[in-house]
Every structure is written in structure tokens, then in C-alpha cells.
């Protein structure tokens, strides 16, 4: 299965646990933890690199994961959430995506996936998302909406803005957003929406949410990615704050996507149009909107009601949809 059983055993777990410390433990040590022989630990160790893991092993020493893991913990992450809504939360070690997961679900509705990494993690227009083990966070979440794709018209724009709050709420000011569906730290991408749409689109569909945040990316995993790019990490030291916990901003990012969505239903993007306007990050500035061979460029003037962009041109003021529209400050 895409869900990978084999980097789940609780046995991996331990040692992950043990290891996420950033110290030196030996072999031994380890052996005695699992019940298990030398032999036994050093396959279990060998494991890790399949999940990109790297391990430091000095002899005499033991063996270490330089810098310690943050890892999430279904157990921390559900005692913060404060919805009343239930809600069903798997954490997985390794997935394909989160997005892939809940679609694959006969009912993905308020059914919450994180996972450490993803193998074929995806963003906007088919791009790669790059998913390194432990280092950023990837969230996909279940709704119900009636009305198909009419009624989830902004979406994207205010899951961004969930995104947004989330990290106010977190103690980190100043993300800004883009249209439609990126959130941006002084022009540098900090995390991303995907939303996958399932079953009637005139009546009520299943809308699967995708949430990717840098938290804290290694250089060499970030070779990959082809625009600048910012992480938590970054912001938090620069801010001179306390680092933000996965578990914390999984649990916060929970809360806020479940807000949002129980409200959006009755409220459509029209009640969230002017706090994002207000986090807009090219408002009054020339942009360019690539739409397959089509260019269009003119001066962001904001969002409408139901989350189009506006545009003033050299036809006037013109209004643009989501899609496969890029958007990029002009030159």
C-alpha cells in the first residue's frame, strides 16, 4: 500500500524516539530498548535512510541524528485541538501524499493526515513538493460542501489566510499572501494550498485541502525547489523567538482549518475578502498572469466577493479566476 507499514512499526518508532534527541546512543543501548540484538538494531538503523534519515555513527559512540528531530505525536497534536467537531487524525511516518490518502477514503470528511515525508508529494499545476523527513509540515484535511464548485469559490484564498492565523496565532507576524493559494514571507514562499475536488460538481461535493509550511528545511533538500523560499526556522531566528513546534503549528493549523471550514459553508469568501485583502502581498503593484500561452498584465488591485482577482489593464478593470493562472510581479 502507499501507506508504508514497514517505517510505522513501533519498534522504528523507538528509535526515532530515542535518537530525536540529536545525542549519542549505542548500539547496546538501543538493543536493550527494543529487546533485540546488535545485529537486529543495526538492520532497524539501516531503515532510516529509506525514509532520508541521516545518521551519524562514531565508533566507541553510538550512533546520532545530528540536530535532533522534531517529530509529531497524534497524541499531542489531538490533546491541543479544541474543536467539538469530530475528527479523525492519522499521522503516518511515510505516505505518497496526504492529499493522495484522504482521496483514496470512501468518506475523507473531517479526516485530518500529517505525515514526517512524502514520497510524491505535489503542488499547484502538477509541480513537485518536496518532502523531506521531519523537516516541514504536510497536512491534508476532509470537507463536506453543498452546492459543488460554485460554493467553494475562495477556497484557496482563505485557507491561506487560515494558514495566516495560524502562525499569528503561533507568535510569528507578518505572512503575507498571494493569489490564489501561496502564503509568502517578505516575497519568499513559506507554504502552499492544494485543493482536490471529488464527487458532484453541482451538488455536494468532497473537497480534499492540502497544506505544505516550510518549518525547517535543510539546504541540501532545497536544491530542488525553483523560486526563493523562506522556513519557520529562518523567520523564528531572525525574530530572535523560540521555535515553533510541529506538533504546535499541527494542532493550531488543525483548529483554524476546522473554524474556517465550518464557517464557509454559510459565509462564502465574501466574509473573509477584506482580512485578506488586508495580507495581500501585490495589492497596487504590476503583476503578470500567465494562463497556459496567454499573458495579461496590469496593477493588482485586490479580490472580489467570491475570490477573483482584479486587475486593472489596459481594458480596464478585468477579473481573474483561479485555474491554471500563475501570477508573478512584473518585471
Not at 523507538?14 to 543495526?42: C, K, M, P, T, Y
Not at 545518521?55 to 553510538?62: E, P
Request: proline share 2%.
Amino acid at each position: 500500500t502507499a501507506e508504508n507499514n514497514i517505517l510505522d512499526s513501533s519498534s522504528l518508532r523507538q528509535i526515532l524516539d530515542l535518537l530525536s534527541d540529536g545525542q549519542f546512543h549505542s548500539g547496546e543501548e538501543i538493543g536493550l530498548l527494543l529487546g533485540v540484538s546488535r545485529a537486529a538494531v543495526w538492520k532497524s538503523l539501516q531503515k532510516l535512510e529509506l525514509l532520508g534519515v541521516t545518521l551519524l555513527s562514531i565508533k566507541g559512540r553510538g550512533y546520532c541524528i545530528e540536530g535532533g528531530l522534531d517529530l509529531l505525536d497524534s497524541k499531542k497534536i489531538l490533546s491541543q485541538i479544541g474543536s467539538n467537531l469530530p475528527l479523525d487524525l492519522h499521522v503516518f511516518a511515510q505516505i505518497d501524499s496526504t492529499n493522495s490518502y484522504l482521496m483514496r477514503q470512501n468518506d475523507p470528511v473531517r479526516q485530518v493526515c500529517f505525515a514526517e515525508s512524502q514520497t510524491a508529494g505535489r503542488g499547484r499545476r502538477g509541480r513537485v513538493w518536496g518532502s523531506p523527513f521531519a523537516q516541514n509540515l504536510y497536512c491534508s484535511i476532509g470537507w463536506g460542501f453543498e452546492g459543488g464548485v460554485a460554493a467553494i469559490e475562495g477556497l484557496s484564498l482563505v485557507v491561506g489566510l487560515a494558514v495566516a492565523r495560524t502562525l499569528a496565532f503561533c507568535g510569528l507576524e507578518g505572512a503575507e499572501l498571494k493569489w490564489p493559494n501561496d502564503v509568502l514571507y517578505r516575497n519568499k514562499k513559506l507554504a502552499g494550498v492544494l485543493i482536490e475536488v471529488t464527487g458532484d460538481p453541482a451538488g455536494y461535493c468532497q473537497v480534499i485541502i492540502g497544506v505544505g509550511v516550510n518549518v525547517a528545511m535543510s539546504a541540501d533538500h532545497a536544491v530542488a525547489i525553483d523560486q526563493p523560499w523562506v522556513d519557520l526556522r529562518a523567520i523564528c531566528n531572525e525574530k530572535q523567538i523560540p521555535q515553533i513546534s510541529r506538533n504546535h503549528l499541527a494542532s493550531a493549523l488543525t483548529n483554524e482549518l476546522v473554524r474556517i471550514l465550518d464557517d464557509y459553508d454559510r459565509k462564502g469568501f465574501a466574509a473573509y475578502s477584506a482580512e485578506w485583502q488586508a495580507l495581500n502581498a501585490h495589492v497596487g503593484q504590476q503583476i503578470e498572469l500567465r494562463n497556459g500561452n496567454a499573458i495579461y498584465s496590469g496593477e493588482c488591485v485586490g479580490v472580489s466577493d467570491d475570490g477573483a482577482l482584479l486587475v486593472k489593464t489596459a481594458l480596464g478593470e478585468e477579473r481573474f479566476h483561479g485555474g491554471e493562472i500563475s501570477l508573478r510581479r512584473a518585471s
